[in-house]
């Protein structure tokens, strides 16, 4: 159907009932226009709603319409609900503050977008004859109370079953005598209109959030002091549900935390995060899930519980953007098929509505970096193409707003929020603003279609004009506030900013690599003016970059880890001999450090390719491999079952790392996993999209075999490899219509087309 103008209003309840107000409207059918053809809602708010049809949720969705920059775009929702319809019908909303109300960052503040909750739908119903009935929302609705008598992202939500206005989403509910059990609660009254400007509304790019597992408990165990507490075994991003039958008037509280410390919920970490739910008995058989609020959570420390809690009792849903699973690896190591699963776990946890830092403390914010150097991981393990690209409309109408800055955080609600005391004002940033160019080619790369390149091609040009602007007369990015290689190892816990590599020599690498894929797009696009422009800006970057921090035997200025593996990886050195060098300095850092990791936020994901790529995969490898602190496989042998901040925020001797910033589920440094797929797994793209292929698995210590899989827009490419005695073996699947290169170790690189081919060798003597 051809749906109707908009009609509905922005409508805000006359009483706040709690922050959790519902919404009503009671209408007929149409008659004399023949059955019903179809319906469809489309659906919005201010703060987050779930909608009924006569009791029905219409659609698996939670926490709609998400997070997006409310000042730009406010996202609604479409939904099928024909076969809901009844002669008499009721549309039914629950609001909640969610993001556009609730607390955000770390400053205690709440209600950043508006001081009012707000709700703007309208279902249009066409008829057999054509006829199309509108039912929007205007002041005609009604507005009561809840049983949610708080709710809160960060802090959680309680829920009085005692107040559940029975039938308040069906039709014949008599509103005017349905009073709370609380005396103090108000009966339903009306609703107003709140200003609100139609050109906001968004149609999503990207998926809905909805209920996307179960995970029940491993085990209920008892806290030094007493306390009860279930283990789900898995650290992930959800809430509780469960039915309970107690007495009237009685709460149980659920507290929720990632790890345990001294047998006890280790809470330090959620900071100011209240991170805990309240339930209040009825008397009778009553069911609980708090659907307005979310946590990052293994264990919940319950107390209250009516009788014995047992592992049946209850469950953790686990909550996060609809995403299909599209790459698969597997390998004969079961540490590095953990470290994998942790970095599975911490992409779903971490990608709830748009890609954040964190799911569990008081942050929770997009942050740009995080996801400028994971999206090539993101958009190899699941289909991201188009929650990325809804993210990215959002980082655009941001970076507008801020005459071409990328802020640090999408959407931004830190501009809402006081400046820490000395800390200086943000320009653009290394890494964190390459965000605008980074993601968008990865999409490019992983799903060949220029679409995202053309949406978000005047973000891009505007941050490397921008960045153009702010270099210093040496040509070089060395001036201005950088995190720079945030979170190196060797920093002090309270100065993740103190890392080995100069902020100038990373933001200067950074900057080549922005100006070398904004050219490359600009090319694409036919540009010609821009591509020639951002060439030459490349040209005198990696001029300066050579000029100022390369020495003539090929060191690189702060001489770590970091600069060598951003140099190779970003194409910086100027001849061979500087690249030959490179490699074989950051090899040999590599192995005077223990094959500890040594890099931070830039380093992390480019060491491991860097290595590979100047012939020293033996070493990629033993990193990869190593088990001490600080490590990838160091978490793992601590029990970790997601990817840590910090490459010790649990300490061996099971304390929390002392610092505030200290979070057990990030996926930033989990962008090795781009990797090991490409290099352990054997597969890369030749031509974006995959529509050509690289099949080339590099076996190395530690690992046997190892069966990677990828679901490409032109089929499935698959690669298993064995190393049987001395023999390697390789089989690969290509799509049809799909070129593959194959290139085993030291053998040389031959053509094959659709289907499964074989190939068998002496392992020995391929690598001499």
Same mark, same amino acid.
């Given at each position: 159907?051809?749906?109707?103008?908009?009609?509905?209003?922005?409508?805000?309840?006359?009483?706040?009932?709690?922050?959790?107000?519902?919404?009503?409207?009671?209408?007929?059918?149409?008659?004399?226009?023949?059955?019903?053809?179809?319906?469809?809602?489309?659906?919005?708010?201010?703060?987050?709603?779930?909608?009924?049809?006569?009791?029905?949720?219409?659609?698996?969705?939670?926490?709609?319409?998400?997070?997006?920059?409310?000042?730009?775009?406010?996202?609604?929702?479409?939904?099928?609900?024909?076969?809901?319809?009844?002669?008499?019908?009721?549309?039914?909303?629950?609001?909640?503050?969610?993001?556009?109300?609730?607390?955000?960052?770390?400053?205690?503040?709440?209600?950043?977008?508006?001081?009012?909750?707000?709700?703007?739908?309208?279902?249009?119903?066409?008829?057999?004859?054509?006829?199309?009935?509108?039912?929007?929302?205007?002041?005609?609705?009604?507005?009561?109370?809840?049983?949610?008598?708080?709710?809160?992202?960060?802090?959680?939500?309680?829920?009085?079953?005692?107040?559940?206005?029975?039938?308040?989403?069906?039709?014949?509910?008599?509103?005017?005598?349905?009073?709370?059990?609380?005396?103090?609660?108000?009966?339903?009254?009306?609703?107003?209109?709140?200003?609100?400007?139609?050109?906001?509304?968004?149609?999503?790019?990207?998926?809905?959030?909805?209920?996307?597992?179960?995970?029940?408990?491993?085990?209920?165990?008892?806290?030094?002091?007493?306390?009860?507490?279930?283990?789900?075994?898995?650290?992930?991003?959800?809430?509780?549900?469960?039915?309970?039958?107690?007495?009237?008037?009685?709460?149980?509280?659920?507290?929720?935390?990632?790890?345990?410390?001294?047998?006890?919920?280790?809470?330090?970490?959620?900071?100011?995060?209240?991170?805990?739910?309240?339930?209040?008995?009825?008397?009778?058989?009553?069911?609980?899930?708090?659907?307005?609020?979310?946590?990052?959570?293994?264990?919940?420390?319950?107390?209250?519980?009516?009788?014995?809690?047992?592992?049946?009792?209850?469950?953790?849903?686990?909550?996060?953007?609809?995403?299909?699973?599209?790459?698969?690896?597997?390998?004969?190591?079961?540490?590095?098929?953990?470290?994998?699963?942790?970095?599975?776990?911490?992409?779903?946890?971490?990608?709830?509505?748009?890609?954040?830092?964190?799911?569990?403390?008081?942050?929770?914010?997009?942050?740009?970096?995080?996801?400028?150097?994971?999206?090539?991981?993101?958009?190899?393990?699941?289909?991201?193409?188009?929650?990325?690209?809804?993210?990215?409309?959002?980082?655009?109408?941001?970076?507008?707003?801020?005459?071409?800055?990328?802020?640090?955080?999408?959407?931004?609600?830190?501009?809402?929020?006081?400046?820490?005391?000395?800390?200086?004002?943000?320009?653009?940033?290394?890494?964190?603003?390459?965000?605008?160019?980074?993601?968008?080619?990865?999409?490019?790369?992983?799903?060949?279609?220029?679409?995202?390149?053309?949406?978000?091609?005047?973000?891009?040009? &505007?941050? @490397?004009?921008?960045?153009? +602007?702010? *270099?210093?007369? $040496? =040509?070089?990015? %060395?001036?201005?506030?950088?995190?720079?290689?945030?979170?190196?190892?060797?920093?002090?816990?309270?100065?993740?900013?103190?890392?080995?590599?100069?902020?100038?020599?990373?933001?200067?690498?950074?900057?080549?690599?922005?100006?070398?894929?904004?050219?490359?797009?600009?090319?694409?696009?036919?540009?010609?003016?821009?591509?020639?422009?951002?060439?030459?800006?490349?040209?005198?970057?990696?001029?300066?970059?050579?000029?100022?921090?390369?020495?003539?035997?090929?060191?690189?200025?702060?001489?770590?880890?970091?600069?060598?593996?951003?140099?190779?990886?970003?194409?910086?050195?100027?001849?061979?001999?500087?690249?030959?060098?490179?490699?074989?300095?950051?090899?040999?850092?590599?192995?005077?450090?223990?094959?500890?990791?040594?890099?931070?936020? &830039?380093? @992390?994901?480019?060491?491991? +390719?860097? *290595?590979?790529? $100047? =012939?020293?995969? %033996?070493?990629?490898?033993?990193?990869?491999?190593?088990?001490?602190?600080?490590?990838?496989?160091?978490?793992?042998?601590?029990?970790?079952?997601?990817?840590?901040?910090?490459?010790?925020?649990?300490?061996?001797?099971?304390?929390?790392?002392?610092?505030?910033?200290?979070?057990?589920?990030?996926?930033?440094?989990?962008?090795?996993?781009?990797?090991?797929?490409?290099?352990?797994?054997?597969?890369?793209?030749?031509?974006?999209?995959?529509?050509?292929?690289?099949?080339?698995?590099?076996?190395?210590?530690?690992?046997?075999?190892?069966?990677?899989?990828?679901?490409?827009?032109?089929?499935?490419?698959?690669?298993?490899?064995?190393?049987?005695?001395?023999?390697?073996?390789?089989?690969?699947?290509?799509?049809?219509?799909?070129?593959?290169?194959?290139?085993?170790?030291?053998?040389?690189?031959?053509?094959?087309?659709? =289907?499964?081919?074989?190939?068998?060798?002496?392992?020995?003597?391929?690598?001499?």
């Amino acid at each position: 159907m051809t749906l109707a103008p908009w009609h509905a209003a922005m409508i805000s309840p006359d009483q706040d009932f709690d922050g959790a107000p519902l919404l009503r409207k009671e209408f007929a059918l149409a008659e004399g226009h023949g059955a019903v053809a179809t319906a469809t809602l489309r659906a919005t708010a201010y703060g987050i709603y779930q909608a009924f049809i006569n009791g029905t949720p219409v659609g698996d969705d939670v926490l709609s319409p998400g997070w997006s920059s409310y000042e730009w775009r406010l996202r609604y929702r479409t939904y099928d609900v024909t076969a809901l319809l009844e002669s008499s019908t009721v549309l039914g909303v629950e609001l909640g503050n969610g993001w556009y109300r609730g607390r955000l960052a770390w400053h205690g503040l709440s209600g950043l977008y508006g001081s009012e909750l707000g709700f703007f739908g309208q279902l249009d119903i066409e008829y057999a004859d054509g006829h199309v009935q509108s039912v929007a929302s205007d002041t005609t609705w009604q507005a009561g109370p809840s049983s949610t008598m708080a709710n809160d992202l960060y802090d959680g939500q309680t829920i009085d079953a005692r107040r559940n206005p029975e039938g308040w989403d069906k039709p014949d509910f008599n509103a005017a005598v349905s009073v709370a059990a609380d005396s103090a609660v108000a009966a339903w009254s009306g609703v107003h209109k709140l200003e609100f400007d139609v050109e906001r509304l968004a149609e999503p790019v990207g998926p809905p959030v909805v209920r996307a597992d179960v995970v029940k408990p491993v085990q209920i165990l008892t806290s030094p002091s007493g306390k009860t507490l279930v283990d789900f075994g898995q650290n992930l991003v959800g809430w509780l549900r469960f039915t309970v039958r107690g007495k009237a008037g009685a709460a149980i509280t659920v507290r929720h935390a990632e790890v345990l410390e001294d047998g006890e919920l280790g809470t330090r970490p959620l900071r100011t995060a209240k991170a805990s739910d309240t339930f209040i008995l009825s008397g009778g058989e009553d069911f609980f899930e708090p659907t307005k609020t979310f946590h990052g959570f293994r264990y919940a420390e319950i107390s209250g519980w009516p009788g014995t809690l047992t592992q049946g009792s209850l469950e953790a849903v686990v909550v996060h953007s609809e995403l299909e699973r599209t790459g698969e690896f597997e390998c004969s190591n079961p540490l590095v098929n953990q470290l994998h699963r942790n970095i599975v776990w911490g992409l779903k946890g971490n990608f709830l509505d748009l890609p954040t830092d964190c799911p569990q403390r008081d942050e929770r914010l997009g942050w740009t970096g995080d996801i400028a150097v994971f999206a090539p991981t993101a958009a190899f393990l699941y289909d991201v193409k188009g929650f990325l690209q809804d993210w990215l409309l959002d980082l655009a109408a941001e970076q507008e707003a801020a005459d071409g800055l990328v802020p640090i955080t999408v959407p931004d609600a830190l501009k809402y929020c006081p400046a820490p005391p000395g800390f200086p004002e943000l320009e653009s940033s290394a890494l964190w603003s390459e965000a605008s160019v980074w993601v968008p080619w990865a999409l490019w790369e992983a799903y060949g279609d220029d679409s995202v390149l053309r949406n978000q091609y005047g973000s891009m040009s &505007a941050h @490397t004009r921008r960045v153009e +602007g702010l *270099l210093s007369s $040496t =040509g070089l990015w %060395d001036s201005g506030f950088q995190f720079g290689d945030w979170l190196d190892p060797d920093a002090a816990p309270d100065q993740p900013w103190a890392a080995k590599a100069d902020t100038g020599v990373v933001a200067t690498a950074c900057l080549y690599r922005t100006a070398s894929i904004t050219a490359q797009t600009a090319r694409l696009l036919g540009k010609t003016d821009d591509a020639e422009h951002f060439e030459q800006l490349a040209a005198r970057v990696r001029a300066a970059f050579a000029e100022h921090y390369v020495t003539a035997d090929g060191t690189i200025h702060s001489d770590c880890t970091t600069v060598y593996a951003l140099a190779i990886a970003f194409d910086l050195l100027e001849t061979s001999s500087q690249r030959e060098f490179a490699g074989n300095r950051l090899a040999a850092l590599v192995r005077d450090n223990d094959y500890r990791v040594s890099t931070g936020f &830039a380093g @992390t994901p480019f060491i491991t +390719g860097a *290595l590979t790529d $100047t =012939g020293h995969a %033996d070493e990629a490898y033993r990193l990869l491999m190593e088990e001490g602190c600080p490590s990838w496989l160091y978490p793992v042998t601590m029990g970790a079952t997601t990817v840590w901040e910090r490459w010790d925020s649990m300490l061996p001797d099971g304390t929390i790392n002392s610092g505030e910033m200290t979070s057990f589920n990030h996926y930033a440094l989990g962008a090795v996993a781009d990797w090991m797929h490409k290099v352990i797994g054997g597969i890369r793209p030749l031509a974006p999209g995959y529509a050509k292929v690289l099949i080339a698995p590099q076996p190395g210590e530690g690992i046997d075999w190892a069966k990677t899989s990828l679901k490409t827009p032109h089929g499935t490419v698959r690669v298993e490899w064995r190393l049987d005695g001395g023999a390697l073996q390789v089989e690969a699947t290509v799509p049809e219509g799909v070129e593959a290169d194959i290139e085993l170790p030291g053998g040389e690189r031959r053509s094959v087309g659709g =289907g499964i081919h074989s190939f068998a060798g002496d392992y020995d003597v391929l690598v001499r």
